[in-house]
C-alpha cells in the first residue's frame, strides 16, 4: 500500500469516527451522597437548617380555602416523590423536567397529589406553588407543573422553567419563600431562592390527610 493509500484510509477513518454524545446532567443526590431515584420518597428540607424532619416542605391549606392544598415551608416536612418527563429515566439529574408529587392520600386526592404553579394572586401578585396538578403529559396543556432542580451554593434549589414544549412562552423564576400575612411561609416564584436539600424517607408512610 502507498503511503498516500494510507494516508487516504486514516483520514477516512478519523472523520467517519462516531461523535461523543453529550455528557448527561450532573445527578441529584441526597443527604446521603446517594442518587436520587423516582421510585423513592424525600422529605424536601431547608438546607441550611439542621432539624431533622422537623421542618422543611409539605402541604398546606392556605387561608379559607379547602383545595387545592398549597406548600410551604412548616414545622413537619412531608414525603414527595420526583418523577422524570423521561418517565424511563430512574435517577434524577439537574436542569431536567420533572413533577413533584405526594403520593399519598389528602383530603383533596384519594390518589396523588401534583405540584404546579398557579395564576397571579390578586391580593398579593404572587404566583405560588399550589396543587391539582397532572403527572406526565409533558405539553402546553400541562406546562405549569414541571419543575426542575438545580445546583445552587452548597446545596440545590427549585426552579421553574420548563422545557417540555417548545412553542410555549413562559418567564423562569427560582422558587423562594413568601410569608403572608398569616406567617407562613409559602413556596412562590421569585428571584429569592430557597436553598434546599434531600432526605430519603425511610418510612412508607407519609403525613395524610392534610
Known amino acids: 500500500m502507498t503511503p ?23 445527578e441529584v443526590r441526597d443527604t446521603s451522597g446517594k442518587l436520587v431515584r423516582k421510585a ?46 423521561n418517565f424511563k429515566k ?11 408529587i405526594h403520593t399519598f392520600p389528602t383530603n383533596c386526592s384519594s390518589s ?15 404566583r405560588f406553588v399550589t396543587t391539582g396538578g397532572v403527572q406526565g403529559n409533558p405539553g402546553p396543556q400541562t406546562i405549569h407543573n414541571w419543575f426542575k432542580i438545580e445546583k445552587f451554593e452548597n446545596g440545590y434549589k427549585l426552579v421553574y422553567c420548563p422545557t417540555v414544549c417548545e412553542s410555549c412562552k413562559v418567564v423562569c423564576k427560582d ?9 407562613n411561609s409559602r413556596l412562590a416564584l421569585s428571584d429569592v431562592p430557597f436553598e434546599v436539600k434531600f432526605q430519603r424517607a425511610r418510612s412508607r408512610y407519609g403525613k395524610a390527610n392534610a
Open 40 to 85: 423513592s420518597n424525600y422529605f424536601i428540607l431547608p438546607y441550611s437548617i439542621t432539624c431533622g424532619t422537623r421542618c422543611g416542605i409539605a402541604l398546606l391549606r392556605a387561608g379559607n380555602k379547602t383545595c387545592p392544598l398549597e406548600l410551604a415551608e412548616q414545622d413537619e416536612a412531608m414525603q414527595f416523590r420526583f418523577v422524570p418527563a
Open 112 to 126: 396523588v397529589t401534583v405540584w404546579k404553579v398557579g395564576e397571579v394572586d390578586a391580593a398579593t401578585g404572587e
Open 4 to 26: 498516500l493509500a494510507l494516508l487516504f484510509l486514516l483520514l477516512v477513518a478519523f472523520t467517519t469516527r462516531p461523535a461523543r454524545g453529550a455528557e448527561p446532567p450532573e
Open 90 to 100: 430512574g435517577v434524577i439529574r439537574v436542569s431536567t423536567d420533572l413533577n413533584v
Open 175 to 183: 422558587i423562594g419563600i413568601y410569608p403572608d400575612e398569616d406567617r
